[in-house]
């Protein structure tokens, strides 16, 4: 869907949560390619399996931490599944929205949607919505000044659809500015993006994927956390471009039964490779924990919280 930096850019959005996760899955009109593979699947849809996350971060110069803080924002990560004989529909979303008495007033958003039809252990079809907050490439002083400067990000986002089927990946991207007085919360944010989207002009990509239907993102991660290899390897497609996702297994000593996740996430275009971390201690393959490093001196961490525990987050 993104390129890899846009992935990170995403990543860092998703980690903040608006107060809207009870409607995250609340959508009035199919229009878009999610929407129309679960309407024509004629498979119900269970109640989502939901985790949510208190966000931390820390700065580093040369590697020292200078700064960090707790409760920056928040995440949440859902999954449903729905079985047919060999036939399942799975959705996966992880989505989130900032808090900017915590973040300097800026404003960061982001939300991705997977719906995938299944057959036995391939996929069929797979399709993906999702945005993120438009964001500069910055380094550490130039992200120091902004924030001291106390600049206010506008309300400009990336979005893109995508549709998997065997042979073909597809993604169509826009960029989105939304006026004044549109909605603040993340569902409402989303109709909103969600209503632009299906009327703005788009750029198309397509990559050939000879006799396959591609695997997505938040897809792939799942099928390796849910692999008995200790080493899985999983293919995936993400904005029309290919990935590997390498991933090591290790037991969690001061956890009792938790398990520890290295993901690796190669770009087979760039020859890039970035890693992130997941703490599993739940039988829903939710992790409890999840870190990464979206920018050189930031490290960001996801701590899992009751509903409703992370007050904070809430926008008013």
Known sequence: ?????????F???ALFLANAHRRLFARVVPRLCVDQLVATTGLPLLVPVTRHYRADIVVALLGVPIFSRKNVGGAVAAIRESAEGLRKLVTLQFAGGANPLRTHGFKYD????EVLLVDGAAPVQAAYFGFVTSSRDENYDQARQRIFAAQKSRDAFTAAEGLHVA???RCEKSSISLPDGCARDLAGLSDEIRAFFSESE???TELHT?????ATFL??????????????????????????LECERAPEPHHGDGTRFTGHIHDLTSRQVSTFRLWLDDPSGLPRRIEFQPRSYLRISLQSEPEG???TTEQS
């Not at 869907?1 to 850019?9: E, H, K, S």
């Open 11 to 13: 990543l860092l959005a």
């Open 1 to 9: 869907m993104f390129t890899r930096r846009d992935l990170y850019r």
């Open 167 to 169: 042979g073909s990946a």
């Open 219 to 244: 897809y792939a991660v799942r099928a390796a956390l849910r692999s008995v290899e200790s080493h899985p390897i999983i293919h995936y497609v993400h904005n029309a471009k290919p990935y590997r």
């Open 202 to 204: 788009r750029s198309a």
């Open 210 to 214: 000879p006799g396959i239907t591609a």
């Open 309 to 311: 525990a992370n007050r």
């Open 110 to 113: 982001g939300s991705l949607e």
